[in-house]
């Protein structure tokens, strides 16, 4: 059994919430790529509790409201003031339409999930969140996927402007009244995090594959912003969807495809760094993404208790610091890029 020990408490920004340096991604217990049974996915939240892991990263989308009940069945059994509840907004799920938009879930519930920025759209969505959550408040409120990745260029202008004109008003009224305890967004491009960041108050950004063992864009603009601002960090996909994880393998997914070759090429020498070194690409890929002092979370999904107990274990682990610097030799990582000392603290 891994000790509680083994996972630190970081300070999110400029928030008085401390998070554990190791977080609970939930995207897997809304049936993503495979069904789960209800008593797996509760006991793999409720393991992640036991292993010191406070910060629970869900949303609607999730199983389109599936991970965010589990979510809340795994909750009711631990003191609410124990866990950090993260969800978002940007969707609300329609009961009396189905499903059939290609978002990735196999199972989940049969509701069709809505795209809506505006306040009204926002506070329904939050509503629909607490009551299957089953809590009154939330610590964590993001706007989910307002990049060009989900919506295409054409589009995006018109997303940003609708999640500032209304999902934004929507959330600092809820922070002003203590509904929400910190606000921010969850997207997959560093440059719209530097658009919000630009555009209003934020508390916490959650940013997914864009600061990884084997890129680092955010390196150059936001996370300097971040930390000027007090922004507090939570970073998604630290395995770029795959390959970090099962290394340059046939089949090995970037960015949800087949890896290209310079990827795959990329990846294989990364690879062989650590291999040198003692130490598995998905741990030094864990280590890394936690270097940098903006971060204060990695959110890491898992679909059983097992995998749960693995990410702790990698967490863990020790990584030296002579990894880092023959990667930085091997121009494999950005010689700007913080390293970690040890294990996160």
């Known amino acids: 059994m891994v000790s509680q020990s083994a996972l630190p408490r970081r300070l999110l920004g400029r928030t008085a919430i401390q998070v554990s340096a190791l977080g609970f991604g939930t995207a897997p217990l809304g049936d993503l790529y495979r069904k789960l ?103 964590l409120l ?87 601002q007090g922004i507090g960090v939570m970073l998604g996909g630290v395995f770029n969807s795959g390959i970090l994880a099962t290394g340059a393998v046939s089949g090995a997914k970037y960015n949800y495809q087949d890896a290209p070759p310079e990827i795959l090429a990329k990846v294989a020498r990364i690879e062989g760094v650590c291999s040198a070194h003692g130490v598995a690409l998905s741990t030094a890929a864990l280590h890394f993404a936690l270097g940098h002092p903006a971060v204060a979370s990695v959110v890491l999904g898992a679909q059983n208790p097992q995998e749960v107990e693995r990410n702790v274990a990698a967490l863990s682990s020790k990584v030296p610091s002579a990894l880092w610097t023959d990667l930085k030799a091997e121009h494999l990582i950005d010689t700007d890029a913080p390293v970690p000392s040890s294990v996160p603290g």
């Open 142 to 228: 993001l706007i989910h996927d307002v990049d060009v990745w989900t919506h295409g260029a054409d589009a995006i202008e018109d997303r940003f402007r609708e999640a500032m004109a209304g999902a934004y008003v929507a959330l600092d009224r809820l922070r002003g009244e203590g509904v929400v305890a910190g606000i921010g967004i969850g997207v997959n491009e560093a440059e719209m995090c530097v658009r919000f960041a630009q555009a209003g108050s934020f508390d916490t950004m959650l940013l997914a594959g864009r600061y990884s063992l084997l890129e680092q864009p955010a390196l150059e603009h936001f996370l300097p912003l971040a930390q000027q």
């Open 37 to 139: 049974d209800d008593a797996t996915a509760v006991a793999a939240v409720g393991r992640a509790f036991e292993l010191g892991i406070n910060l629970l990263d869900t949303s609607p989308l999730y199983g389109h409201g599936l991970s965010e009940h589990r979510c809340g069945t795994a909750i009711r059994r631990v003191p609410r003031q124990d866990i950090v509840v993260c969800t978002k907004v940007g969707r609300w799920m329609d009961p009396f339409h189905g499903r059939g938009d290609g978002s990735g879930f196999v199972g989940g519930q049969p509701h069709q999930a809505v795209i809506d920025y505006s306040y009204d759209g926002t506070m329904r969505s939050v509503e629909q969140s607490l009551l299957r959550l089953g809590t009154d408040r939330l610590d």
